[in-house]
């Protein structure tokens, strides 16, 4: 198993532009998760998904931000008409069911909007 | 509403020494989760260890134990035999087990063991 794996590592992109990015959660984990992460900061709960359904989204989050898991396997979250407030590190996670699972993140995405 | 505070934003702490970092938490819901996060430079985020709110006994793993003091709403994460790699931003997280199950985070410690 190779863990969460998230593409691309670095997205620098142009205000107003529209911005995908990819989440591939360990197989055997039904539960993905979206997170954003600001400088200095923890990271900040976006969305989640239990197999292909998402449960819960963030009231912070505008109609701007979509994300998908299709199949129930890996997941995207775009970003349409970025500003330079969306740079950030977003982090993918996926855990099994459970109490006592904790997360297993990628390595997340850093983007920048210039 | 659920919330983490993490009020030393860093710590130092000499190699082979034990470290308390320290979180407490607010929340109505009588059954939740609480976790300790690693964060080291590199970025990617490693789970540490798990205490839930009925567990009567303070979780361990290895060097890392949590401190879970129920009735005060803390789960201090202590660190045994410090090393040049437990350097890192910690982060304390806490779930609830019911309705919901996103995690929330605190804004994280910053610890440097030193040589």
């Known amino acids: 198993d190779t863990g969460v794996s998230q593409d691309p590592r670095h997205k620098i992109t142009k205000r107003g532009q529209n911005v995908t990015f990819r989440c591939d959660p360990i197989?055997?984990?039904?539960?993905l998760y979206w997170y954003r992460q600001t400088l200095g900061q923890g990271p900040e709960f976006l969305t989640y998904f239990q197999n292909e359904a998402q449960l819960e989204k963030s009231r912070l989050l505008s109609d701007r931000f979509s994300a998908e898991r299709p199949k129930g396997s890996f997941s995207t979250l775009e970003i349409q008409r970025t500003e330079q407030g969306d740079s950030a590190m977003y982090l993918c996670?996926?855990?099994?069911?459970?109490?006592?699972?904790?997360?297993?993140f990628g390595s997340g995405t850093r983007l920048t909007v210039v | 509403a659920q919330k983490i505070t993490q009020t030393q934003p860093g710590m130092f702490v000499q190699e082979k020494e034990a470290v308390t970092l320290d979180c407490t938490y607010d929340t109505s819901d009588q059954s939740y989760g609480l976790f300790w996060y690693k964060q080291p430079s590199s970025g990617e985020m490693i789970f540490l260890i798990y205490q839930g709110s009925y567990d009567e006994q303070n979780a361990t793993e290895g060097r890392y134990s949590l401190n879970f003091q129920k009735a005060r709403k803390s789960a201090n994460l202590v660190i045994s035999a410090s090393q040049l790699g437990d350097s890192a931003m910690y982060f304390c997280?806490?779930?609830?087990?019911?309705?919901?199950?996103?995690?929330?985070f605190g804004a994280g410690t910053r610890l440097f063991v030193k040589a």
């Open positions: 997280a806490m779930r609830r087990n019911t309705g919901g199950f996103k995690t929330i």
């Open positions: 197989s055997e984990h039904n539960r």
């Open positions: 996670a996926s855990s099994l069911l459970g109490q006592g699972n904790g997360y297993t």
